[in-house]
């Protein structure tokens, strides 16, 4: 069967599959870092004030059935925002206040220059912003319970290549998040509503109490522990500008097509 179309009805087609973008289209993320990763053994990784969001905004790619959808903001029971999730087709991508975790593809192998090759976020916060390179895998899988979880992988240094499971993030049932990290416990998110998310980083406590940027350019002179996501309100504030659209200063470099990164993985 042929198909017929107006001059206005192809133009708004043509528009339509140029503008259609899977998630390998979109170029990875790193944290900010004094050059090129891997950086090892200097100082200067991690945002300087509020980290990038909406990553995956142009990705029109569904997202894989396995995949648990826990995108958007989560909070803890006493109410601190610590991250933010972006997913599309099989990416993950975490955002904490000091780093972008970014997964092009959830393959769950270690290693194949589709998981995150990135920095420790503790070692940015507890050791003077330094840059400890780490690379880490994502993988789609369900607990004993049958939720869908986002697990990640990491070598264990053993000489054998062997992997181990280093954190879970499943969805729960009522919407809730549980995280389980084999040392530090297990914590239980709560997601941040569409209209409570935040669009700022302010200081909360210490010497710069109140102090707020809403720019990725932006730099907060308080330490990581005192930083906490806010809603900001934007017509008080003449400087404000999207960290969407200030994104690219921290890409470095293109992803790959999926057909090349299959010819030499």
């Excluded at 903001?73 to 975490?94: A, F, L, N, Q, V």
């Amino acid at each position: 069967m042929a198909l017929h179309f107006s001059t206005a009805g192809l133009a708004l087609f043509l528009c339509a599959c140029v503008s259609a973008k899977d998630a390998i289209d979109i170029p990875r993320v790193n944290t900010p870092a004094p050059g090129p990763w891997p950086q090892s053994n200097t100082t200067g990784c991690g945002f300087p004030g509020i980290p990038v969001s909406d990553v995956l905004a142009e990705c029109t790619e569904e997202m894989v059935p396995e995949a648990p959808d826990i995108r958007g903001y989560w909070m803890t029971p006493e109410g601190h925002i610590d991250e933010r999730i972006d997913m599309c087709g099989s990416r993950w991508i975490d955002v904490s206040a000091s780093v972008v975790h970014d997964f092009p593809v959830c393959t769950g192998v270690v290693g194949d220059g589709l998981g995150c090759q990135d920095y420790s976020g503790p070692d940015i916060i507890n050791k003077d912003s330094l840059c400890s390179p780490i690379v880490t895998a994502c993988k789609f899988e369900n607990d004993d319970d049958g939720n869908g979880c986002v697990n990640l992988y990491a070598p264990t240094g053993n000489p054998n290549g062997e992997i181990s499971k280093v954190v879970s993030r499943c969805l729960q049932p009522d919407g809730t998040m549980i995280w389980i990290h084999p040392s530090a416990g297990t914590v239980v998110y709560t997601k941040v509503p569409k209209d409570e998310e935040p669009n700022c980083m302010m200081c909360v406590g210490g010497d710069h109490d109140g102090v707020t940027v809403t720019d990725v350019t932006a730099e907060l002179p308080c330490p990581y522990e005192e930083r906490q996501w806010k809603k900001c309100d934007y017509e008080d504030d003449d400087t404000t500008s999207s960290s969407t659209h200030q994104m690219d200063i921290y890409i470095f470099g293109l992803m790959l097509p999926i057909a090349f990164l299959q010819l030499v993985r």
